[in-house]
């Protein structure tokens, strides 16, 4: 198994993004309440090092807003702060997570001299019409642009999408992720739409002309978008917007936000595999299911959903789960 890369995260929230998609409210997503500055990233790198006696190298990762559409002042002041730890062998690299229409060659130089490694593209959907209804200020021709440049300048892609957009459907979701794995991203992020209270679409949500994506219905799409970019071996690195005190304690007013949302997706996408397995065997009554230590909770399902949709589904009058030896996320009959 690969180790876990550790992530310094500094939040660049909202700083100069010149746009206003509908579902953004950065400020209430990253916690933060100002934009970051030199002095927050030397205090990032430096309470890193303070937990980490042993010394390992981290990821330095700015996170939030769009980091290339902010002043170029601001991001020297960002990035000449970790210079000295890039150097010094304190942080192994750096990733900046920005918009498609905010990427060209110049862009790329720039962040190349600074020790930048991995660019976050936030595409969130390939589909025209979702990404006007959401206001993203730029189309899907952009997004397969600058993931072409920053593939073809050897920078690391991750993609980030987004399910239940103003004007999305689920086939719009799934046909987004097969357009998102043929770009070959090395890795993507998920990211179902949360009402977040001070935002455009919160307020469309509250007079009717915007219907929320509930926690089900989500939990179903991503667990196929799931499979698509597992198919096509890009890792899915993260589902759902990470909890904050914030969202968990109200901003987020509706929508498909659940604190364990990617244990939600990952129970489905093992409930899916399941499923099909048992659905190819002739007629029995009793069943064990063999996973890997690590996923005998998700194959069970929260409060055992998944054992006793199973055994409904199929007639069974018994269905175990036991650990065996199989790649993590595999499942087999014993
Ligand atoms: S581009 Fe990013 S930071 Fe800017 S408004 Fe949209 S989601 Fe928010």
């Not at 206003?20 to 934009?35: A, D, M, T, Y």
């Not at 010394?55 to 601001?74: C, D, M, P, R």
């Not at 103003?166 to 998920?190: F, M, Q, Y």
């Not at 499923?275 to 009793?286: E, K, P, T």
Request: glycine share 8%; proline share 5%.
């Amino acid at each position: 198994m690969t180790p876990k890369k550790h992530i310094i995260p500094v939040f660049v929230p909202h700083l100069g993004c010149p746009n206003s998609c509908v579902f953004c409210n950065q400020r209430k997503i990253s916690g933060r309440l100002s934009p970051a500055c030199g002095d927050d990233v030397r205090r990032a790198i430096a309470n890193y090092t303070a937990v980490n006696p042993k010394g390992e190298a981290a990821e330095l990762a700015f996170y939030g807003g769009s980091f290339t559409a902010v002043s170029i002042h601001a991001q020297k002041e960002l990035l000449e702060a970790a210079a000295p730890y890039l150097e010094g062998g304190c942080i192994s690299s750096i990733r900046v997570s920005t918009r498609p229409d905010a990427i060209e060659r110049t862009v790329l130089d720039f962040l190349s001299e600074y020790g930048v490694k991995t660019i976050e593209l936030g595409a969130q959907s390939m589909d025209d019409e979702v990404l006007v209804l959401s206001k993203r200020g730029h189309l899907s021709d952009d997004t397969k642009a600058a993931a072409r440049l920053i593939k073809s300048m050897d920078f690391s892609l991750i993609m980030q999408m987004m399910t239940g957009l103003p004007g999305d459907t689920r086939d719009k979701s799934l046909n987004t992720a097969r357009l998102i794995a043929e770009l070959k991203p090395d890795g993507v992020r998920i990211y179902p739409t949360v009402i977040i209270k001070e935002t455009e679409l919160f307020e469309m949500w509250k007079c009717g002309t915007y219907s929320e994506h509930t926690v089900e219905a989500a939990v179903s799409l991503c667990a196929d978008i799931y499979t698509i970019f597992e198919d096509a071996h890009i890792p899915v690195i993260r589902l759902g917007l990470n909890p904050t005190d914030d969202l968990s304690g109200g901003d987020a007013a509706g929508g498909a936000y659940h604190p364990a949302f990617g244990e939600l997706v990952y129970s489905h996408v093992l409930l899916d595999k399941a499923s099909n397995l048992i659905s190819q065997l002739s007629l029995r009554d009793s069943i064990i299911l063999g996973v890997s230590p690590s996923c005998v909770s998700k194959m069970t399902g929260q409060k055992r959903c998944n054992i006793d949709l199973l055994k409904e589904r199929f007639s069974l009058r018994e269905l175990k789960i036991k650990i065996t030896d199989v790649p993590e996320g595999t499942v087999t009959i014993l």
